[in-house]
């Protein structure tokens, strides 16, 4: 009788599987990738014949004496245009009042969605009406809410300066043509305008906290501010992050709504940037000197973004550790 040698596998036991042959195995590899690539194509060709090469031309641009003229003929012109910008007190201004602009609209929209999403969310009767009625200002076209507006803050007869004078309180207010309250009031309509997407964002992630957190807390004994800040601000932190990020990227390219409104008036006191560039570009055809401007406005707001969100990653990391 023979013994079994050790290096000869038993009868019945699993065998190991057969490694795949690379050359198998990198055709397989090839394939998944040119599927990738072939479903990401149709959603990439549009951002870069939109977005990207639009960009490129803007930053060339910006470095050259392009006019707006029936026959262009251009030059590098080095940094002349930022050099000349930098004494432009106009742009700069125009730069502070967008900052106030964005800002402002910014964070009313978030407390004021913010606050509406939570009374959508506590059960209310007629929810969906509710709902279809907070999205109206979102589907209105942007032309036909300045429109609105302007009828609204009308000095001779308005319903604002109407409603004003009902109650005994000061009206007949050029609230669009008056110095002190032209972007304010332009502050509220761009707020009405963009309040519906942030409620609809923050909404949506309000239904993902587990009611569980909050009926522990309400068990504590926390009253609803203190739900607030314990439960449901944490959880939302990073949609607010988002959405607030977003909205000033929007926000800060705001021009139709402030075009109609008040085409940069009074005194260009509501002079946002992008209003200021479109005018430099196609009423004055300095197209080199607008792209100049373009390219400081885009390094300004991605500064400024970068700044707000490593601070909130920052924040988010010590809550996390805190934990």
Same mark, same amino acid.
């Given at each position: 009788m023979t013994t079994p040698s050790l290096t000869e596998p038993k009868r019945g036991a699993a065998q190991p599987p057969a490694p795949r042959s690379k050359k198998r195995v990198k %055709?397989?590899?090839?394939?998944?990738?040119?599927?990738?690539?072939?479903?990401?194509?149709? =959603?990439?060709?549009p951002i870069l014949v939109l977005s990207v090469a639009p960009l490129v031309v803007g930053v060339f641009l910006a470095f050259t004496n392009a006019r707006l003229v029936?026959?262009?003929? /251009?030059?590098?012109?080095?940094?002349?245009?930022?050099?000349?910008?930098?004494?432009?007190?106009?742009f700069w201004d125009s730069l502070r009042i967008g900052m106030i602009w964005t800002v402002g609209v910014t964070l009313l929209q978030l407390a004021a969605a913010m606050g509406l999403a939570l009374l959508l969310n506590s059960g209310l009767k007629l929810q969906g009406l509710t709902r279809v009625l907070a999205l109206v200002p979102w589907a209105m076209p942007p032309v036909v809410v300045a429109i609105m507006w302007q009828m609204i803050y009308s000095a001779n007869g308005g319903p +604002?300066?109407?409603?004003?004078?009902?109650?005994?309180? %000061?009206s007949?207010?050029?609230?669009?043509?008056?110095?002190?309250?032209?972007? %304010?009031?332009?502050?509220?309509?761009?707020?009405?305008?963009?309040m519906p997407q942030t409620t609809v964002t923050l909404l949506a992630g309000l239904q993902q906290i587990p009611g569980e957190l909050l009926e522990a807390a309400a068990v504590d004994g926390a009253s609803a501010w203190r739900k607030f800040t314990a439960v449901t601000?944490?959880?939302?932190? %990073?949609?607010?992050?988002?959405?607030? =990020?977003?909205?000033?990227?929007?926000?800060?390219? =705001?021009? =139709? +709504?402030? /075009?109609?409104l008040t085409a940069g008036g009074p005194g260009g006191k509501?002079?946002?940037?992008?209003?200021?560039i479109y005018l430099e570009a196609f009423k004055n055809r300095e197209i080199g000197y607008a792209?100049?401007?373009?390219?400081?406005?885009?390094?300004?707001?991605?500064?400024?973004l970068a700044v707000y969100l490593r601070s909130q990653f920052r924040t988010e990391d010590r809550a996390e550790k805190g934990r």
């Open positions: %055709p397989m590899a090839r394939t998944r990738r040119r599927e990738a690539i072939a479903l990401v194509l149709p =959603s990439l060709i029936r026959h262009p003929d /251009y030059s590098f012109a080095g940094l002349d245009n930022f050099a000349r910008l930098g004494g432009n007190a106009l +604002l300066n109407a409603f004003l004078g009902a109650v005994g309180l %000061p007949g207010i050029n609230w669009l043509g008056d110095f002190s309250t032209a972007l %304010p009031a332009v502050i509220v309509v761009g707020v009405w305008v963009g601000w944490p959880a939302m932190r %990073p949609i607010v992050t988002s959405i607030t =990020s977003l909205n000033f990227i929007w926000n800060f390219n =705001s021009f =139709s +709504l402030v /075009y109609v509501t002079m946002v940037p992008v209003l200021f792209a100049a401007m373009g390219l400081v406005v885009v390094i300004v707001v991605v500064l400024i």
